[in-house]
């Protein structure tokens, strides 16, 4: 494929991660001073920016800058939620045409990776050249063809971090606590909850994900059992979870331009269960729910090395890909090398692979109905980085005197 000469138009867009921004700057350090890049801009709002022509010229940043923001978290060129129609796709590659754009990036998920193969096919169609390339992100881990995604490692290890203190506080004043976890259709963060136990009466003792179906009342024993045994009970719950026939226990009217039912960003989930299990197991439990929301995205300071590493490193990956010409368009992908010790390949998929659909967690990461195996904990511990080691005291008896 002959080399390409022009601008570099980058977007954000869907929920922002904590690391977001590395990917950004994995590009825009890549591209600065390559023959084939004349400017390196940003739109900023994703795809709503590209229409209203609001861009701004990333090549001007000093590095100091840019690597400042890449330990930032939430998208530094702010993001956004559209699926844009066939008019406004050719109303960007027009604009694309006006600032000679032949290179263009979206850092996003799912619904990203489709707005990308959209405007993919119409420049094909308008026989526009463009080098145009999805770039992973997703706290949810659902993209399908990749081993796991930037952005996941370090709102698994919030998750993970919030959950261990939460299990720490519920020790210390027992009862039953629920844990509401972002997690649309894959349960891949709640699960993640796990790697918070050091201790085997650790919570979280109950995980539910919306790869299995959720019955209130198998929920209500398996509360009560854990109870029983430990005298407290942490639970894990995906936002997503659903009854046997697909519903939602919970659903909301809200609805974005993908047709995604809104869930976070209320409390009502975590509400019902325990207002159910004080209904159920009685009034007096001392039972809590917090539903950890919007927190699990961009929490500032708990991040994974490891994640940051992998996002800056699909952002360059993406605009090596774009300049050395195999690839006219694609999603960078991350393969898990076999063996022992861990190791990250990446890769180029078509659009089409990661475009809409959204990946489950495998069965062989689940553990019934309520929690999950060995296997997913071997695979997402590295993902995470350092974690806190959290002690006991020992608990010396001292001889009671009266009886």
Sequence with gaps: MASLVGNVLIGQSGGPTCVIN???????????GKREVRNVYGAVHGIKGVLEERLIDLGRESKETLEAVAVTPAAALRSVRKKPTREECERALAIFQAHDIR?????????????????????????????????????DNDLRVTDHCPGFGSAAKFVACATAGD??????????????????NAGWLTASSVLAKQHEDDGPHLIYVPERAFSIDAFIADVDRVYKQFGRCVIAVSEGVHTA????????????????VQLSGSGALGDHLAGVIKQRLGEKLRVRADTFGYLQRSFAGVWSEVDAAEAREVGRTAMRAALGGEHAHGSIVMKRAAGKDYAIRYEVTDLKNVAKETRP???VYLAGDNGVTQAFVDYARPLLGKLPTLRRLSDFPVAKKLS
């Design 22 to 32: 590395q990917s950004l700057v994995g590009i825009v350090e890549e591209a600065v």
């Design 103 to 139: 290179y263009f990036f979206y850092i996003g998920g799912n619904d990203s990776a489709e707005t990308a193969h959209i405007l993919n096919e119409l420049a094909v169609a308008k026989r526009y050249e463009l080098r145009l390339f999805h770039v992973p992100k997703t706290i």
């Design 167 to 184: 299990n720490l506080d519920n020790r210390s004043l027992p009862g039953i606590k629920v844990n509401i976890v972002m997690g649309r």
């Design 245 to 260: 026939d697909g519903k939602l226990l919970l659903e909301s009217k809200e609805v974005d331009s993908h047709g995604n």
């Design 361 to 363: 967690m495998e069965p």
